[in-house]
């Protein structure tokens, strides 16, 4: 709208309660109050109750096209043209409940077979793109069981080539359409105990080359393993975690190109099946979901002996680390990582690939007081398990090196958790005989911090420093 336009006075029940605009599609919800669909859609995925009147007002109550509003507010524009008003567009009618339904009893009557057509899935991701309640729909009916049986069907059946491309296709479309609707808590808690070929035909797809089809996989996985009994995710087949480890370290290796972008790295590797991926999934929030779930998996999983030696022997350590050193510190990654190492430390061999990575003690080293508390805690764990096991003079000079000793200081002489602290001390404690040799460290002021009570370090000058 230009300036002139801006001088009209517009009538108070053209405007939408919730965005104070002229509305493009008005719809009555049952509270009486009309307002445009796509502010009241919004509003109801965050609040189920009505913006005006605070009634309760749940997103599949339903919402009803004002077409008598819809035409006045048509016609005024008309009016108005002169003046720079633009008429609104009579609004398509949009998928809703009904066609959900639709699509539902398609899939109850023909099962894998509607799947298996080409524009079903589509239908479905159409739908489940238009709001929370199709959504939810569609997981109390079900959908969900039936992507994951399609899922098994597409990874397990084998087909000549142009069967294989398709079924390439319905996967592709089955997975993210998984991503989407989600799967309910109480059916995630069955769903691998009922059918263990679901967990081959997932491991399947994580060593595949399609790398958004990891992500969709990697977070299905730990929906399906998060609430699960605790033997399956005990004996976890070694090549999920070899998919994981691979997946962890495609993130890796994207951060480290040059002005790297998740996104436009899938995008590229991947453009000739992406082509048809709807606009509105945010390709680099699914990676960053994917991100996190399998950190989370790693971390659940080697509570267990048996499954950290798989993972020492499978390099995680070191894709760990790297996948530190690259993500630059963000929160939640940086203490899922440290999380999984201070785990892995608990073994010999895990200890050992943190010291054969030359970033391995540094980049520990690096996170404390920088990132959070639980970081900070498990990057304590972490040098005081190898500072304690594997005590050789070789790791003792690195501490010196990368700046370990004068972090302990710093630890013992800022305002943190006492527990810390005492970490801290402690591991400062163990190797003073070795690093009072070191002619960068300052021995009188270690000394003093070792001797000193928390109150006192507390007081200690903030500017004190203990290397040259």
Not at 130 to 144: D, K, P, S
Not at 405 to 430: F, M, P, Q, T, Y
């Amino acid at each position: 709208m230009d300036q002139e336009e801006e001088e009209i006075e517009v009538p108070k029940y053209f405007l939408c309660p919730i965005s104070l605009e002229i509305m493009k599609d008005p719809v009555t919800a049952v509270s009486g109050i009309t307002y445009d669909r796509q502010s009241i859609v919004k509003w109801l995925e965050k609040v189920p109750s009505c913006p005006v009147t605070k009634l309760p007002l749940p997103i599949d109550s339903g919402l009803t096209p004002n077409h008598m509003l819809r035409r006045l507010i048509q016609h005024w524009c008309v009016e108005n043209a002169t003046r720079g008003v633009v008429r609104i567009p009579t609004p398509r009618a949009p998928p809703g409940k009904p066609n959900v339904i639709e699509e539902i009893k398609n899939l109850e009557k023909f099962g894998e077979e509607a799947l298996g057509r080409e524009d079903t899935l589509k239908k479905l991701e159409v739908l489940a793109m238009e709001g929370e309640g199709n959504r939810r729909l569609m997981c109390e009916e079900g959908v969900h069981r039936y992507l994951i049986l399609f899922v098994v069907k597409c990874t397990c059946e084998e087909e000549e080539e142009e069967g294989r491309r398709r079924f390439k296709e319905r996967l592709d479309e089955s997975l993210r359409l998984l991503h989407l609707i989600g799967v309910p808590l109480n059916d995630a808690r069955t769903i691998l105990i009922e059918n263990d070929r679901i967990l081959e035909s997932l491991t399947c797809v994580l060593h595949q080359q399609d790398f958004l089809n990891k992500a969709y996989t990697i977070v299905l996985l730990r929906n399906l393993t998060e609430n699960t009994s605790s033997h399956i995710v005990e004996r976890l087949n070694p090549e999920v975690f070899k998919g994981i480890i691979g997946f962890l370290k495609d993130v890796a290796s994207s951060f480290n190109r040059i002005n790297p972008s998740v996104r436009d790295t899938v995008q590229s590797s991947n453009s000739s099946v992406r082509r048809k991926e709807p606009s509105k999934l945010d390709h680099r929030l699914v990676i960053k979901q994917a991100l996190t779930a399998a950190l989370m998996i790693l971390l659940e999983t080697s509570s267990w002996s048996r499954n950290r030696t798989i993972l020492v022997d499978l390099g995680a350590v070191s894709e760990l680390i790297e996948l530190e050193i690259s993500t630059t510190g963000e929160k939640r990654t940086t203490e899922l990582v440290l999380g999984v190492l201070s785990r892995l430390c608990c073994c010999a061999d895990g200890r050992a690939e943190i010291l054969a990575h030359r970033g391995g003690i540094a980049i520990v080293t690096k996170r404390i007081l920088g990132v959070s508390t639980a970081a900070d805690d498990r990057a304590l764990s972490i040098l005081s398990t190898v500072s304690k096991f594997s005590p050789q003079n070789a790791v003792v000079e690195e501490m010196v090196c990368v700046g370990t000793v004068e972090k302990l200081c710093s630890v013992l002489r800022v305002n943190c958790g006492l527990s810390l602290k005492e970490k801290a001390k402690e591991i400062l404690r163990d190797h003073f005989d070795e690093w009072k040799k070191f002619p960068c460290i300052d021995v009188t002021l270690l000394t003093k911090l070792l001797s000193s009570s928390p109150k006192d370090l507390l007081l200690t000058e903030s500017n004190s420093e203990v290397g040259v």
